[in-house]
């Protein structure tokens, strides 16, 4: 007998989302007559069903963990080209930069005192230009960022798939020394 709780091949999406059972009307206390139940109603937590933002789409791998170095090309051209268009934005996003009036307009602006943020003249704008220069700064360091991970993430796939063929290379290679070893010993077997 299997226990349905802990066995991973009972499919349970048939069940209901929820689960009511009705009962007699019954008071909760006496003092209190117009409180009563008269049935309960729960969430079924024994229906199994997978969240579809965790179902792979089509085309997609899922949980595939099969690799082979063919895959692992792949999958390090994917980190690099990826990691170079991140990088070349990262560069190329100083056009935000200069629209809002340069790295200076970021800086100590002052609209008190005669200068005009490249949001304007108004009222706190000098603080609203530093606000946004700080913020430019960090989104370019983060996009940089992410691509230097991307670049070493890769460099760390291509050290792992040589690995995988230096390691397919030695089963070969013991491979051939064990089909030699076994002709051997059926060549002397044969002569003895």
Same mark, same amino acid.
Do not use: C
């Given at each position: ?86 990088? #070349? ?9 200069? =629209?809002?009036?340069?790295? %200076? *307009?970021?800086? $100590?602006? &002052? ?57 397919? #290379? ?9 089909? =030699?070893?076994?002709?051997? %010993? *059926?060549?002397? $077997?044969? &002569?003895?």
């Amino acid at each position: 007998m299997t226990d349905d709780r802990t066995s991973p091949q009972v499919d349970r999406t048939d069940q209901p989302d929820e689960i009511r059972v009705d009962t007699p009307y019954m008071p909760i206390t006496p003092l209190a007559p117009t409180v009563h139940v008269s049935g309960i109603t729960m969430d079924n937590v024994n229906r199994a069903q997978t969240p579809s933002g965790l179902v792979p789409g089509s085309g997609e791998s899922g949980d595939n963990t099969e690799w082979d170095a063919s895959s692992l090309d792949k999958a390090i051209e994917w980190l690099e080209s990826h990691a170079s268009f991140l990088n #070349k934005q990262s560069y190329t996003m100083v056009e935000i930069q200069d =629209r809002m009036g340069g790295v %200076a *307009a970021s800086g $100590g602006m &002052n609209v008190g005192g005669g200068a005009t943020s490249p949001l304007g003249a108004f009222d706190r704008a000098g603080d609203l230009a530093r606000k946004h220069g700080s913020l430019f700064t960090t989104t370019q360091q983060s996009v940089r960022k992410l691509a230097e991970d991307l670049y070493q993430a890769a460099n760390a796939l291509r050290e792992v798939k040589e690995n995988y063929e230096t390691a397919e #290379k030695a089963n070969a290679m013991s491979a051939a020394e064990m089909e =030699r070893a076994f002709s051997q %010993a *059926a060549t002397n $077997g044969s &002569n003895g």
